[in-house]
């Protein structure tokens, strides 16, 4: 046997107590430090969001066959580009940026319903707007359930303010 036996072993002895007391103290002194920082939440106002968004993305208004948006009036500050054809809507679809493809429902219906249904399923940084002259929010509704539903609807007459306040609902939902 050794000098020392097993009761004569240097043992541990916890303060239960005095570990609660020094948490507490640590805790208060904790929250004594929080409670002089400010938290500042800052909420983009819809001005600071629409500078933001119109840095970031294009608008492409399909006005194939059309002169829908060559006549109207749309947003600035959006990089606005207006295709007329097929080929110059695939050239900036290629972008893998966030963009927004307006379509003019009314001058070709299935051609529109198609290329919205091409983007939704292989281009998913790209959204898409259909601008009709008689589309109710119900209507809109049934057609965004479908596999070529848009992800913004607009009624004519359109206007600069409709078309941005709609971008910047989409940009915001992304």
């Known amino acids: 046997m050794s000098d020392y036996d097993e009761d004569d072993k240097p043992t541990v002895v916890l303060d239960l107590n005095a570990l609660k007391k020094q948490k507490l103290k640590d805790e ?3 929250a004594k430090m929080v409670s002089g920082i400010e938290f ?5 106002t819809e001005e600071e969001l629409a500078e933001v968004a119109e840095e970031l993305f294009k608008v492409i ?3 194939f066959q059309s002169d829908l948006f060559s006549q109207s009036s749309l947003p600035e500050g959006f990089e606005s580009v207006i295709a007329t054809d097929l080929k110059e809507l695939n050239t ?3 972008s893998k940026d966030f963009q927004i493809v307006v379509f003019n429902y009314d001058a070709h219906p299935k ?3 198609q290329l919205c249904m091409q983007i939704k399923q292989k281009l998913p940084t790209t959204k898409t707007v259909i601008v009709a002259k008689s589309i109710s929010p119900q209507k809109a509704k049934m057609h965004a359930k479908t596999p070529y539903g848009a992800n913004g609807y607009l009624a004519h007459p359109l206007n600069e ?6 971008f910047l609902r989409i940009y915001t939902v992304k």
Not at 40 to 44: A, L
Not at 161 to 166: I, P, Q
């Open 28 to 30: 208060e002194d904790l």
């Open 161 to 166: 303010d409709k078309l941005k306040a709609e």
């Open 61 to 63: 208004y399909f006005d």
């Open 111 to 113: 051609a529109v319903n």
């Open 40 to 44: 500042i939440v800052h909420q983009e």
């Open 92 to 94: 900036h679809l290629k």
